[in-house]
Structures are given as C-alpha cells and as structure tokens.
C-alpha cells in the first residue's frame, strides 16, 4: 500500500479529519460522535486554551486518494515540567485496520515529539490527561458513554505491534441503580451523620452561584489530583473553559461539594450520559435540528456518567467518597434511572476501586494509555 501522509493545514482539512472518525465508525452500531462544534473548536489555535503553551500538528494518512487514518502528534510542557520528564504525545488516533498505516501514522508523532526533544511518546489522549484519553482495551460491546473515546478491537493490535506498551489503565464500573448494594447505601447514611457531627457536610452544587462554584471545584480538583498519575493542573482558562462546555449539562441533583465547617473539601459532578441522544446525530452535528433534541431530551437519558470525583488529602479516608457515591444511586433510583458509569478510574486508585466495587459497580470496560521510548 502506498500511503501518503499530509499535515492538517486548512479550516477544509481540520473538517476532513474530524469527519473520517464518523466516516470510518459509520456502520457500527455502537458508535457516537462526538459533536463536532466541540471538536472543531479544539483545532483552532486562536482560542483554545491548549495553545497557549503547547502545540499540535495534525496529520491524515492517504491511499490511492482515500482517506485511511488520522493522528495528532502533541506537545505538552505543562506535563513535562510537572512530572519532571521529557515525553511528547499522540491523540485523535484512528485508522483502518492495516500496520502500515499504524505505522506511517504512529512514526509522525513520533518524530515530531523527537524534534522537541522528546525521548518518549505516550497516547492516546486528545489533546491532555485532563480531557478524553485512552483506547478502549476491553468492553467493546458498549457504546461510549459522554467525553468518552471509542474505538474498534483492532487498534490494540495495531498499537501492540508498533511496539507500544502499556502506560497505564484506566478503569470504568457500570454501577446498576437496581443491583447497588443496600448495605453500602444504608452505611452512607450512618457515616453522613457522623461526618455532620464533626462538621462536614454535602451539598448540591448551585449553579445560580456558578462562576464562584466552578473556582471552588477547580482549586479542590487541583488539589486532590495532585499526586495522581498523569495530573497536570488546570490553568484558569482551560477550567473556565471546561465549565463553560459543561454549564448546560449540569444537574444540581448529580453534583455535590463536600464541606468542613463551610470549606470545601471534596466535590463529585456525574453528567447525564446524552451520548444517548447523540448516538443519532450525523457527524456529530448539533445544527439545526439536533441542539433541541438535545435540550429537550437531555432530562430523558436512562444513565450518567460519574465523571470527577475528588476529595483532598487530608479528610480522605472518613467515608466522603462513598457518600458521593451512595447519593448518585439514590437520585438514580428516584428517577428511574438504569445506572451509573463511574469512569475513569486508575488502576492504582484502590480507594476508588473500592468504592466502586462495594456498590457492586461492575468493572466493564478497561482503557490504556501506551508508551514507547523513541529510537536516538
């Protein structure tokens, strides 16, 4: 196969890139794009926060005039001088299912993280740790739940053969409303109890105060994330421009902030899974029609996805998680809700693990971060 590899240049070519996706996955069922304002927003370098300090070539792979496989090669000082290392990355990979492609794909990112003076190459993520990363390894019979990625079986193989190595996994529990477990949610109701009579409480995130909720979640996110695998602090526009995105899926019922004595200590956002709706969605575009379906429909999804969940070192340990937990159930089961994906975990996480697992969260689908060192 003679492949031909081109660089994303033009405001024709970012759309070219963003639709082979949906092109590629046309006919899988299982399938939702991602929409495709949100996406195309993330190529322009004017503003998205990312480039205010990193950089991204985007590239497509051609054979015999089609379109066969995409790649974005990134680069991300904030990680590197956080983590004290020298690593480049790879996102928005994908590809018909061919090594030679893979590999033409794969050896762009590799020399662009190389001409940064890079010795290492980690992927996929889109374009940060902090926003949808990893291939799906296991649990290819589900959809992909909101700010997911999606991918065919075959791209481990692909990675596999590159010579690509696990990183690390990140783990997702589908939590069932009607299976969760009853002692669990009874033992979250003694423990808020005791937690309130040392002064801790939980409450609903108030989205009429959202400007100043939005900074309290950030300094807590900042905060508890901090020792973890892959954190990297939010700068201040990236976080606004996160809550900006997620201002409109918000439900107070399905976001918490935990308090000692009026500080924050933890908070927990679950967000209504509308990839539900947008499975239907043509090439991810909302308009003109879709952006009402959205709105009207967003109330009707039968499960959400318990995205974040942080709670700071210090008054970990006292039973605050599982409280978070406990309580998305119990609004799930008041509006008849199937359930809940807790995602993503790290496999390190035990705490949340755990947590999730005492719930009888089912762990049903795995995602992987890899990494290859990159030849001299």
Known sequence: MNIEIKEVLTKKDVKTFIDFAHELYKDDPLYVPELYMAQKEMFDTKKYPFYEYGKVKSYLAFANGKIVGRISAVDNPRYNEYHNCSVGFFGFYDSINNQDVANALLDKASSFAKANGHSQ????????????????????EYSNQVMMTYNAPY??????????????????????TLEASEKSIRLSKVLAKRLEGQGISIRSVNTKDWKNEVARIKELYNAAWEKNWGFVPFTDKEFAHLAEGLKLLIDPDFAYIAEDNGKPV???????????????????????????????????????????????????????EAIFFAKNIQ???????????????????????????????KHYKTYRLFKKQIPD
């Open 121 to 140: 190459l980690i992927g996929p993520t889109n374009f940060t740790t902090n926003e949808t990363a990893g291939l799906v390894v296991k649990g290819f």
């Open 155 to 176: 791209y481990l193989d692909l990675m596999n053969s590159y010579g690509l190595e696990k990183e690390m996994d990140l783990y997702a529990y589908f939590i069932p």
């Open 266 to 320: 933890g908070f927990s956002v679950s967000l209504p899974n509308i990839n539900e709706i947008s499975i239907n969605f043509k090439k991810g575009r909302l308009f003109p029609f879709n952006i009402i379906k959205l709105l009207l429909n967003k109330k009707k999804v039968k499960t959400v996805r318990i995205a974040s969940t942080g709670v700071i070192e210090s008054h970990r340990k006292k039973g605050i």
């Open 331 to 361: 609004e799930a089961r008041r509006r008849k809700l199937d359930g809940g994906e807790a995602s993503w975990i790290l496999e390190s996480n035990q705490m949340m693990t755990t947590a999730a697992e005492k719930l009888n969260g």
